[in-house]
């Protein structure tokens, strides 16, 4: 199986990760079974074993496939089962109602994040945030890099319970951040501020803070949630 060219969006990792997953969860794989070596899988997809690994450590830390010391790596049977899901967006107040979820769910995540990230772990989190500043110097906002954002914050947790719910919650998310997106382009500063909030909020776990990590993070979705919703806040144009 070849590897499609790398869209610029995705790492490596990310897509042997997406297409195990997929495999996974059509049923290539029964409960229990052991998976490929990483050397088999390395060359089945065309990539090193470092990427093939990395991505093995996600299925991991989502709960869908475990160890065993010199056996390799096996199918959860939970990991057979159709994904976690919300059902679709219907009205506004779906929208609200996900807004109160993150709200009390990624201000934790982000704290756990900064307690409990091992500094190699930062990379996927530093590379959304530097697509998120290069569509903000051209005046654009990537919905996909701040998902992806708030999903490396939630691996990075080390609770798989919070990274399962953020992909749960992608289509929701991604409505939210439609309006949020259209909100901030019609404020004069409204990209940069976006911006500058999530980089207090990496800075804030990289630095291992976790109270500024979740005091941030709640700063940022309440702000998200009053532009999608048009309230004004003292010093926001």
Do not use: W
């Not at 997953?21 to 990483?38: C, F, M, N, V, W």
């Not at 530093?126 to 999903?151: E, I, P, Y």
Request: proline residues 4%.
């Amino acid at each position: 199986m070849q590897m499609a060219p790398q869209s610029g969006r995705k790492s490596l990792a990310e897509i042997v990760f997406d297409r195990m997953l997929k495999a996974i969860k059509s049923g290539a794989y029964q409960a229990d079974e052991r998976l490929p070596t990483e050397h088999e899988l390395a060359a089945e997809f065309e990539v090193s074993r470092p990427i093939v690994r990395e991505a093995l450590r996600r299925l991991r830390d989502q709960g869908l496939i475990y160890s065993r010391q010199g056996a390799g790596s096996f199918v959860r049977a939970i990991g057979l089962k159709q994904p976690l899901g919300f059902g679709s967006l219907e009205n506004v107040a779906d929208l609200l109602n996900c807004y109160e979820f993150r709200l009390t769910m990624e201000p934790e995540a982000a704290a756990c994040a900064a307690l409990r990230h091992e500094p190699e772990d930062l990379a996927p989190l530093a590379a959304a945030l530097d697509l998120m500043r290069d569509a903000t110097n051209r005046q654009s906002h990537r919905a996909d890099a701040d998902f992806q954002f708030h999903v490396a914050i939630a691996t990075l947790s080390g609770n798989p319970y919070f990274a399962t719910a953020m992909e749960a919650l992608e289509d929701h998310i991604a409505a939210g951040m439609r309006f949020h997106g259209a909100s901030v382009k019609r404020e004069t500063s409204g990209l940069s501020q976006v911006f500058l909030e999530h980089s207090e909020i990496f800075a804030a776990i990289r630095d291992r803070n976790a109270e500024a990590a979740r005091r941030l993070m709640r700063a940022h979705l309440s702000g998200s949630q009053d532009r999608v919703f048009q309230k004004r806040t003292p010093g926001r144009g």
